[in-house]
């Protein structure tokens, strides 16, 4: 496990603070130099083995990323350069895998303390999936995964059960944004240029957004649910409120947050499928985030699990 230092998340909040220190400081604070320059190096390679690829002949998102790209030193700024490409396909790859398996370990441990959910959770996926995981073949004769992005899209508390792991427990806990403009919001001043901490947290958890905000009640975001629910002008408290802001919100929320939707869903599927996830003995709590809710937890987090009758 992975656990930042205190001194890295002290530079990171002094970059939040002193925007204009965050080169310096981020090179001080930076622990994986050599992990990323390794990634920037592969995908740079396959980016540019696939420039004189005919167009069509991969059909992926590094492909249509590499459709976007324009030479650096063009006039135009509408499309892509090639290290922007690059930096994009990183960004996807390092921050995607970490913050998945953050989610995948907070839902772990609270389905092994509600096994009414978890089994609730497990005849949603054999309603919805069948019995076996593993092909369909009536689609034109040909063998496909059961497990794709259409099959996934029927699971709705399964849905409901990663958006109230993220409300309970949100990978970043705080982000920023800068006031393009002054204003005043409850009576405090924001000047233009400002820098602005939304806490995530804490919105989170208000009582008056979410009702018994400690609890484990994933049918918040059921839509039968929400629509006796108080909502916001974005449409109720699901993906693209104000009320829920563990992807951000607006025109910069996060890239990744279908992909990483996807991901968790479709890895929980085929897990509870083979096993049942239960607590571990004793008396174990699930510690708090390290500052910021950056992944991984300070601590390991412990949870058992045991072999299914019936798969």
Not at 100 to 124: G, K, M, N, P
Not at 199 to 217: I, N, R
Not at 250 to 270: D, E, H, K, S, T
Not at 294 to 309: D, Q, W
């Amino acid at each position: 496990m992975i656990r930042p230092s205190p001194w890295k998340l002290k530079m990171f909040l002094l970059s939040g603070m002193f925007p204009f220190l965050s080169p310096v400081l981020g090179k001080l604070a930076d622990e994986s130099q050599d992990a990323r320059e390794f990634y920037i190096s592969f995908i740079s390679q396959i980016a540019e083995k696939r420039r004189g690829a005919p167009e069509g002949t991969y059909k992926d998102f590094l492909e249509n990323m590499a459709e976007a790209e324009i030479d650096d030193c063009a006039e135009s700024r509408t499309k892509l350069t090639f290290k922007e490409l690059v930096s994009q396909a990183s960004l996807f790859f390092l921050a995607g895998n970490d913050t998945s398996s953050f989610v995948l370990t907070v839902l772990a441990y609270l389905l092994a303390r509600h096994q009414d959910i978890q089994d609730r959770l497990v005849a949603e996926i054999k309603r919805e999936l069948g019995s076996d995981l593993s092909e369909d073949t009536s689609f034109k004769g040909k063998t496909t995964p059961l497990l794709n992005y259409d099959s996934i899209q029927k699971l709705h508390f399964m849905k409901a059960c990663v958006l109230e792991a993220l409300r309970l427990h949100p990978v970043i806990s705080v982000f920023t944004r800068q006031a393009l403009e002054s204003t005043e919001i409850s009576g405090y001043p924001i000047p233009a240029g400002a820098g602005v901490y939304v806490p995530v947290k804490s919105v989170c958890s208000d009582p008056d957004l979410y009702p018994e905000p400690e609890l484990f009640k994933p049918e918040r975001f059921l839509k039968d649910h929400l629509e006796n629910q108080v909502t916001d002008p974005a449409g109720g408290v699901g993906l693209g409120s104000s009320m829920f802001l563990p992807f951000g919100v607006g025109p910069r929320n996060c890239i990744g947050m279908r992909l990483g939707l996807f991901q968790v869903m479709m890895v929980m599927a085929a897990v509870l499928r083979k096993v049942r996830f239960v607590s571990a003995p004793g008396e174990f709590k699930l510690p708090r985030a390290v500052m910021f809710g950056i992944p991984p937890f300070s601590e390991p987090v412990m949870v058992e699990v045991e072999a299914r009758e019936e798969h």
